[in-house]
Structures are given as C-alpha cells and as structure tokens.
C-alpha cells in the first residue's frame, strides 16, 4: 500500500462527502486506502456517507477526543508507506498525490510535506507555511505588524512572509490540513500528541519531526482548496481559546527559562485582548438588530 489518506470528521457530512470524491479521484492508479475516522458527530455522517463510499474504512469514535488522538485512532488502522492527514473540508486536483509522492520519494531528508493551500475564494492561505512560534513572532502577529509588514522577514516570521508560496522550501511547520508523512518516521516520532485537543498538534508534530533530524517540505507545484474551519467558527471564542490553550501547551513542552515565562504573558494577553474584541463586536451586532 503506498497511500493511506486519513481523514477527521466532525459534523461536516456534505463537506466530506465533496472531498471524498476528489480524494477517490486522486488516488485512481495509485494503491491506496481511505480511513475516516468520525468524531462522535450529531448529524449522521456515517449513516449518510457509508452507502456512497462502500470502499471506504469508516471508523466512529464514542466520544470526541480531539483531532491529534483520532488521527492516531487512523493511523492505527493504516497500512500505507505514506500517511496523508487531510481535512474533511477540502478539495483535491486529480494529479495531487501523484506529484506530491514523486516529490517526497526523491527526498531522503523529509519527514513530512504540505502544500499550497487556497481558499473558496482561490486565494492564499497563509498557514499553509509557518515557522515555529517565537515571543517576537507571535507579538508581531497579535499587533497586526506581521499584516503591514507581510513579507517581512522579521516581522512576518510567523507565515514566513518571506518565503514565496510559488517555490519550494524548507520551513518550520506544516498544516495538519494536509500533511504527507512517511510511515516510518511517524512511528518513530511517535504520532500527534493527545494532550492537544485542537489546534497547536501540528506545530508540535512538525517541531518533532524536525528534532527527529528530517525535513519538513513545502510543495507548491500542487495546491488543494481549504474550506477552513468549517466545524468552528475561527473569530469565535469556541475557537480563541482552545487555540491560545493549544499554544500554551506547546510553549510548556519546548520552552524554558525566561522566554517561556515571556511566551505565556503574551498568551494570556492574546486571549484577554481577543475576548475583548469578540464582546464588542457581541454588542455592536445585538444593537444593530
């Protein structure tokens, strides 16, 4: 098997069921397998999409524990050479895995690859390359300086505003979106950390990787469509907080000393600040109603 495409489900049937077929699409002539691995959705995802995708290995988990430990729940279940961890919003072109394995397999020295990522609208997405978070960083992102500098390469570092997202580089970190791993190398790294929930597990993957001794590839000659976010809304507090909690949990596994003490300041001025923001914008919208 030289594929296996894991993909996380919560909630968001018809979104997987488009994915679904152009993820089928890409792996014609190419041996590969399709795990979902649903996350205790309400709405019937398996019940709805099982009759359409009879090839398809569906797994239910009871309870929703988060994204990194049902991507393990996956893996467990995988047989292929390379995983490819993929958002259930997503869509594919026909020639993506293909170009992305004959990429990796010329490569000794990667661990993992992402892709260039755009949205409905076909535009960029940033996070589709990062480095790893730094307290200069993460300020220059929280005061909007990276958003006037864009491609700086000190004030942007967080998107490595500097590197162009039409070449191939190396860089710090890969989104869990669409990440292509070598089997080998997940196992030694020994998978996503469960004690993130949601969001950060791609960071810490992609710092392990890195510690490990590999590289982590960003591959633009082939990009997807993210519908991002579609199971939490990114401007709410359902997703602020988890997300600042995620870069805490991060900061306290790899940082010490002074800059973790720092790191953890801007975190919890980051959530404060943005929670701020997000009750004004509550009152500005029931008055306006």
């Known amino acids: ?28 002539n190419i041996p590969g397998e399709i795990i979902i691995v649903d996350n205790a959705s309400s709405d019937n995802s398996i019940e709805y999409l099982q009759p359409l995708f009879p090839g398809v290995k569906f797994i239910a988990n009871p309870i929703n524990k988060g994204f990194g430990s049902a991507c393990n729940t996956g893996f467990q279940q995988s ?29 000794k020295d990667a661990g993992a690859l992402g892709i260039k990522m ?18 200069s960083a993460s300020l220059f992102k929280m005061t909007g300086l990276a958003s006037l500098f864009p491609h700086s390469k000190l004030f942007a570092a967080y998107y490595a505003g500097h590197l162009s997202e039409n070449e ?5 970190v890969l989104s869990g979106a669409f990440m292509l791993i070598k089997r080998n190398v997940f196992i030694e790294v020994k998978g996503f950390d469960e004690d993130f929930f949601m969001y950060g597990e791609d960071i810490d993957l992609s710092y392990r990787i890195q510690k490990a001794g590999y590289k982590n590839y960003y591959f633009p000659e082939t990009s997807i469509t993210h519908y991002k976010g579609a199971s939490t809304k990114k401007r709410s507090m359902a997703h602020i907080k988890p997300f600042y909690g995620a870069m805490s949990i991060f900061v306290d596994k790899h940082y010490s000393g002074g800059a973790k003490g720092v790191f953890k300041f801007i975190l919890k001025t980051g959530i404060w600040f943005f929670a701020g923001l997000y009750a004004i914008g509550n009152i500005f919208r029931s008055e306006q109603k």
Do not use: W
Not at 168 to 172: A, L, S
């Open 1 to 28: 098997m030289e594929i296996s495409v894991i993909i996380v489900n919560y909630n968001v049937k018809y979104l997987l069921e488009k994915c679904l077929y152009s993820v089928q699409a890409a792996l014609r």
């Open 168 to 172: 191939i580089h190396e860089v710090d």
């Open 79 to 107: 047989s292929g050479e390379y995983i490819l961890f993929l958002n259930p919003d997503t869509i594919v072109p026909t020639d993506c895995f293909k170009k992305c394995l004959d990429f990796i397999q010329t490569k």
């Open 118 to 135: 755009l949205n409905g609208s076909g535009n960029y997405l940033k996070e589709s390359k990062r480095n790893f978070p730094s307290v």
